[in-house]
């Protein structure tokens, strides 16, 4: 199979499941980074117990979250995306600013916050509160389907997409 760049009009959205299994990969790189940032954070403030600080530590994991994804979307692909194939771009196919990759990390927590505010309003424990994340992680991936361009909704409401990017090959 012979490797291309991507062409302006190549913004074909890769398949649901590609896109899938690199968010699922996105997920297992990132857990060194949340192990070094908790590392930091608790020689920082000096914690002495797991839950000491821990809405601080979450806000500041949300914080380094921000400045990973943003970096590499702004970049064009996180090291996930770049196993995958897969690059964020605009509408018309040209690199995102930061300020559209900050909108982008922005908006995709909307993989997370509806389940977990539904979640804390009905008192819902923490097991049924993971229950009602891993149904809504499907739909929301569903609704992309939905979509002309097969996008997920965050991206559109974003100005961002993402398409197959597979790199040229360097000569030899």
Not at 92 to 103: C, D, K, S
Not at 108 to 132: E, H, N, Q, R, T
Not at 141 to 156: E, G, M, S
Request: with cysteine.
């Amino acid at each position: 199979m012979e490797n291309a760049t991507i062409h302006p009009m190549d913004l074909t959205a890769p398949s649901l499941l590609r896109r899938l299994a690199c968010w699922f990969y996105e997920g297992v790189l990132l857990f060194g980074v949340v192990f070094i940032a908790g590392y930091l954070f608790s020689v920082m403030t000096q914690m002495h117990h797991a839950l000491d600080n821990r809405h601080e530590l979450q806000a500041f994991l949300f914080v380094i979250f921000g400045i990973y994804f943003t970096w590499f979307w702004h970049k064009g692909q996180t090291l996930a995306m770049k196993t995958w194939h897969i690059r964020v771009v605009d509408k018309t196919g040209q690199p995102i600013t930061q300020l559209r990759a900050f909108m982008r990390y922005v908006l995709s927590w909307i993989w997370f916050l509806p389940p977990l505010l539904v979640g804390l309003v009905l008192k819902l424990s923490a097991i049924d509160s993971a229950v009602l994340l891993l149904g809504w992680v499907p739909i929301w991936a569903i609704l992309a389907r939905f979509h002309p361009q097969k996008q997920f909704w965050h991206d559109v409401w974003a100005g961002t997409r993402l398409v197959s990017h597979v790199p040229a090959k360097v000569p030899k």
